[in-house]
């Protein structure tokens, strides 16, 4: 089993609470926080366009690397196996 102690650091909550998974609520985590907070930074810099450009480019950078990975695991079983 999986242990959860390392992991309890990047909830800081867990340290006031205890939270049992739920798919419908659960507690932020810190790299969620430190995205969040760096994308309304970049939102209130870029004009509406930009932001929406800047998301598309990035969205479009994983959509590309998600295929590669994918197209590699079908040519190389070998691959699937490790990555899985």
């Not at 309890?8 to 995205?35: C, E, M, Q, Y």
């Amino acid at each position: 089993m999986l242990d959860p102690t390392p992991y309890r650091k990047l909830f800081p909550i867990t340290d006031r609470i205890a939270h049992f998974n739920h798919a419908g609520v659960s507690p932020l985590s810190t790299r969620v926080v430190a995205d969040m907070n760096e994308f309304n930074q970049r939102a209130a810099e870029l004009t509406i366009g930009e932001l929406r450009q800047e998301t598309t480019d990035r969205q479009n950078e994983l959509r590309q690397l998600f295929e590669s990975i994918w197209h590699r695991s079908e040519a190389d079983p070998e691959f699937r196996r490790l990555s899985l």
